[in-house]
Nanobody, 120 residues
Framework: QVQLVESGGGLVQAGGSLRLSCAAS????????MGWSRQAPGKQRELVAI??????NYADSVKGRFTISADSAKNTVYLQMNSLKPEDTADYYC???????????????WGQGTQVTVSS
């Protein structure tokens, strides 16, 4: 199986920065994509950013402020969040699309989430 461990959340003032990290471990043969989603209280989970071998995409609400990057050697994905706003407050979840054996299907795996709170 695949385990995802997130870190880097916390409390920050508006305009500040945080860097989230997510390390994937386990019986991983290959990773196709890595990303971050978030869920604010009372709202649906939304995709924030995703990166793969061919492309990187962001939600319109974070373009120009957030940057996703990945270290394939470490199976780790990062989310640099700058110019944070109170509306960025949410639980942030990383996910990976991982293949556990050659020729196998890719399945999504999710972390437990890390809380980000932005005060005004």
């Amino acid at each position: 199986q695949v385990q995802l461990v997130e870190s880097g959340g916390g409390l920050v003032q508006a305009g500040g920065s945080l860097r989230l990290s997510c390390a994937a471990s386990g019986s991983i043969f290959s990773i196709n994509a890595m990303g971050w989603s978030r869920q604010a209280p009372g709202k649906q989970r939304e995709l924030v950013a995703i990166t793969s071998r061919s492309s990187t995409n962001y939600a319109d609400s974070v373009k120009g402020r957030f940057t996703i990057s990945a270290d394939s050697a470490k199976n780790t994905v990062y989310l640099q969040m700058n110019s944070l706003k109170p509306e960025d407050t949410a639980d942030y979840y990383c996910n990976v699309d991982a293949q556990l054996s050659p020729g196998g299907r890719y399945f999504p795996y999710w972390g437990q989430g890390t809380q980000v709170t932005v005060s005004s």
